[in-house]
């Protein structure tokens, strides 16, 4: 089965599809009024969200639901990765098997096209306008070591306990004496009150963050990082499991032959697809199509899934399963009004045609 795959992993940032790049082709007597031009072929663009999670155990664990109520406290330290959205998008990438050249009849009203950076047609006698861009990427630095303990909120007395268990209950006895210190500020019982609003707002929050850095010794604290990896994989015909890459809850995403993972399959199917022709007739076709080159996309249904459950489902287009057509080169020879055409570039088929 001739399919195309590329592993790519893209850590710590968030996945976007650039702006389309275009540019500007003209017709004219240097270039024998033709400009040339390749038509896409579907590449399938699987993008998978990962989160890391890294956990750290308090040092009190075991007395968190003794003094604080909390039933499942993090009792060890791990790190496991979970499995999250997973996307597709569909990419046109230049077809070099369907490379044409439109040729423009010389007299032609100032005959262009615009082509995107690697020559897909974006239009024919018109301006394009890309699709509005997505955001900025925005990077995420590796977090730094996980800390469950920082003995700069320790008071004096739980330096001094001698025991993990008298720390405990120290700490929770410190923990208590917060959350009364911050309702009698805000019930206004406080014997010392802040002057006013803004350093009382500040206050509040070093007494949250008090609390919750002496309560982290009894749960713990998890961390989240989010990663990203793509897969591109073109398809030339259905698929039926082809193992996309494997996934661990131990070490993320690893590669489609490492069995310290379980696989993420795609399954590829056609809905609508142009009949095959025998040799004979797809070379008759060939040579009678002539002006303005075109794709007509076949459709397929994608499911991507994991352990039988379905991680994505939807249908796409797929140009390897369609047709081409050409556009006859009488329709752009009218001096006066000429007809203009609209493209869809990541398939190479037709989105409008209007004078």
Do not use: H, W
Not at 21 to 36: E, L, Q, Y
Not at 48 to 57: L, Q
Not at 129 to 140: D, I, L, R, Y
Not at 211 to 238: M, Q
């Amino acid at each position: 089965m001739k399919n195309l795959i590329l592993f790519m992993s893209l850590l710590f940032s968030l996945p976007v599809v650039p702006q389309t790049k275009v540019v500007k082709k003209v017709a004219s007597k240097s270039n024998n009024f033709g400009i040339t031009y390749s038509l896409p072929k579907t590449s399938l663009l699987v993008n998978a969200e990962v989160i890391k999670n890294t956990c750290k155990a308090g040092p009190y664990y075991r007395y968190a639901e003794k003094y604080l109520g909390v039933k499942n406290p993090i009792e060890e330290d791990k790190v496991y990765y979970e499995l999250e959205n997973v996307t597709l998008i569909n990419k046109g990438i230049p077809d070099t098997e369907q490379t044409y050249i439109v040729e423009f009849k010389p007299g032609t009203a100032a005959p262009y096209a615009c082509l995107t950076e690697d020559g897909m047609l974006c239009t024919i006698n018109a301006e394009y306008t890309p699709p509005a861009s997505e955001p900025e990427n925005v990077q995420k630095g590796k977090a730094g070591p996980v800390k469950a303990t920082d003995i700069s909120i320790f008071s004096e007395e739980l330096l001094m306990a001698g025991s993990i268990a008298k720390q405990a209950e120290v700490a929770a006895k410190q923990i208590y004496r917060i959350r009364e210190s911050r309702m009698n500020i805000l019930t206004g019982e406080a014997e010392n009150l802040p002057p006013d609003g803004q350093a009382m707002q500040l206050v509040i929050q070093q007494l949250e963050e008090q609390e919750k850095a002496l309560t982290n010794l009894f749960t713990g604290i998890c961390t989240k990082e989010t990663d990203y990896y793509d897969v591109s994989i073109t398809p030339y015909d259905n698929l039926d499991k082809e193992v996309l890459f494997r996934f661990s809850d131990k070490l993320g995403i690893v590669a489609a032959d490492d069995l310290g993972g379980t696989p993420v399959y795609m399954n590829l199917k056609a809905t609508e697809k142009a009949p095959v022709l025998d040799p004979k007739e797809a070379e008759k076709k060939e040579k009678s199509m002539k002006g303005i080159i075109y794709n007509i996309p076949g459709k397929a249904v994608v499911d991507i899934a994991m352990n039988k459950k379905t991680l994505f489902k939807g249908e796409v287009q797929i140009i390897q399963f369609g047709s081409r057509e050409g556009l006859a080169p009488v329709m752009f020879e009218d001096k006066k009004a000429p007809i203009k055409v609209f493209f869809y570039p990541e398939t190479g088929s037709i989105k409008q045609i209007m004078q």
